[in-house]
């Protein structure tokens, strides 16, 4: 199963999809994370990624196209968090998932309005253990102990590329490069969207069963 989970930076794509892979048994392939990582080791991919993680921008698409297929290459029933993010990785991760006979299940897209994404990644708190990735929002969805990881007990960390302007600048290259996806997927008839409001009672459950149930209803 392959299932691309789609939205803003700060939609919730890591949490949710976090749950979905627990319920499907899934691999969690976040684009970000492993770009992360790579910068916290500072290996040449770190280095490179950082160039462009640093302004909000993205990372090329021939980079991350080939990190995604080295890492799919390993892998069976994915989840997909954070690519594709440009129609020429969506046609990529097309042309790859036909050679090997594979097909999306659901593309999994968290709509949520700007004004909330800029509240909600001002307060984020990530997961410090790269096997783990978990997100918290210390205003939302705070962890039961504070700076501490409720999946892990890890150190809670906040992301760098997680400030007013940086968040701005991602937001405008989401909407120019990553939301004609949602045409894409519709027009393939794989797109399942959820409104989200994080104002309103919609829990973090609420939204995992919702997408859930769309997921069984495509399998
Ligand atoms: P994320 O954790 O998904 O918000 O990703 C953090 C940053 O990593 C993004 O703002 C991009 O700079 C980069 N990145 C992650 N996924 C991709 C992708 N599919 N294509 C290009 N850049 C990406």
């Known amino acids: 199963m392959y299932i691309i989970m789609l939205g803003a930076p700060g939609s919730g794509k890591g949490t949710i999809g976090n749950e979905i892979c627990d319920k499907f048994n899934l691999v969690h392939l976040a684009t970000g994370d492993i770009f992360r990582d790579e910068m916290k080791r500072q290996t040449e991919l770190g280095k490179k990624a950082e160039e462009y993680i640093s302004k909000g921008n993205l990372v090329p698409d021939e980079v991350t196209i080939a990190m995604v297929e080295g890492k799919l290459d390993k892998l069976e029933n994915v989840l997909l968090d954070g690519f594709p993010r440009t129609i020429p990785q969506a046609e990529a991760l097309d042309k790859y998932l036909e050679s090997k006979g594979k097909k999306i299940t659901a593309v999994i897209n968290l709509d949520v309005p700007d004004k909330d994404i800029i509240t909600r990644t001002s307060s984020r708190v990530i997961c410090s253990n790269k096997e783990c990735g978990a997100s918290y929002n210390t205003v939302f969805m705070p962890p039961k102990v504070e700076g501490i990881c409720d999946r892990c007990g890890s150190p809670l960390t906040k992301r760098k590329d997680d400030n007013p302007e940086t968040i701005k600048e991602r937001l405008d290259v989401y909407h120019q490069n990553t939301e004609p996806l949602i045409e894409y997927y519709t027009n393939k008839g ?24 769309r997921i069984n209803n495509r399998k």
Do not use: P
């Open 190 to 213: 794989l797109l399942e969207s959820i409104k989200i409001n994080i104002y309103s009672e919609t829990t973090k459950e609420d939204t995992t069963n919702e997408a859930v149930k």
